[in-house]
Nanobody, 114 residues
Framework: QVQLVESGGGLVQAGGSLRLSCAVS????????IGWYRQGPGKARDVVAL???????NYAESVKGRFTISRDKAKNTVYLQMNSLKPEDTAIYYC????????WGQGTQVTVSS
């Protein structure tokens, strides 16, 4: 019943910024546990940012200091603010809990050009 719809991706120059959105529906609790993943070309899906116990967020080392997750519970939306983007950030970005029964959406493509 949980549905996750990513949006906000696009083409951006290196050093630019994007804010991704994840619209959450079907659960009043999902927003609290949703994080972000990405899958680059020829790579496996990897964690970008995940909530952990205590209200903190764990970020992948490669994005620390550049990416920030936030939540707007009134809008049932989770955001990923991405600053200082690099070509290696190019990937399809997904929002998810990373656990059953949360389905994987189509993701949103982020392409960073040099």
């Amino acid at each position: 019943q949980v549905q996750l719809v990513e949006s906000g991706g696009g083409l951006v120059q290196a050093g630019g910024s994007l804010r991704l959105s994840c619209a959450v529906s079907g659960s009043a609790f999902a927003i609290n546990v949703i994080g972000w993943y990405r899958q680059g070309p020829g790579k496996a899906r990897d964690v970008v940012a995940l909530p952990v116990s205590g209200g903190s967020t764990n970020y992948a080392e490669s994005v620390k200091g550049r990416f920030t997750i936030s939540r707007d519970k009134a809008k049932n939306t989770v955001y990923l603010q991405m600053n200082s983007l690099k070509p290696e950030d190019t990937a399809i970005y997904y929002c998810n809990r990373g656990a059953w029964p949360y389905p994987w959406g189509q993701g949103t493509q982020v392409t960073v050009s040099s």
